[in-house]
């Protein structure tokens, strides 16, 4: 069993800065690969960016690309998702993932953790 929780969400001004982070706890094998998602009310959950801890290989999808950096700080078992340059359509729910696999992750079949909103402001 794995259990995440994530913090650092709130409410920004467009071209603004977050971090968010997520801290793990639970069978270390069940979360080989970590990450984050958003979703916004209405529509499917769609990855933003992930990240392998036993590689440190990373991975980035969607929109966010280019504006995130995901990493992981093994130590505190948390891994971050450090967010520039927000603009309002990132406004969502943003959760931490973490699975055994990339593919198990990206079918999004693992641990999820309860969201922690981004909300973005013109």
């Known amino acids: 069993q794995v259990h995440l929780a994530e913090s650092g969400g709130g409410q920004v001004q467009a071209g603004g800065s977050l971090r968010l982070s997520c801290a793990a706890s639970?069978?270390?094998?069940?979360?080989?690969?970590m990450g984050w998602f958003r979703q916004v009310p209405g529509f499917d959950r769609e990855m933003v960016a992930g990240?392998?801890?036993?590689?440190?290989?990373?991975y980035y999808a969607g929109s966010m690309k280019g504006r995130v950096t995901v990493s992981l700080d093994n130590a505190r078992n948390t891994v971050y998702l450090q967010m520039r340059n927000l603009k309002p359509e990132d406004t969502a729910m943003y959760y931490c993932?973490?699975?055994?696999?990339?593919?198990?992750?990206?079918?999004?079949?693992?641990?999820w953790g309860q969201g922690t909103q981004v909300t973005v402001s013109s």
């Open positions: 993932a973490a699975a055994r696999t990339f593919t198990d992750w990206s079918l999004k079949r693992g641990y």
């Open positions: 639970g069978s270390s094998s069940s979360r080989t690969y």
């Open positions: 990240i392998d801890a036993l590689l440190s290989q990373t």
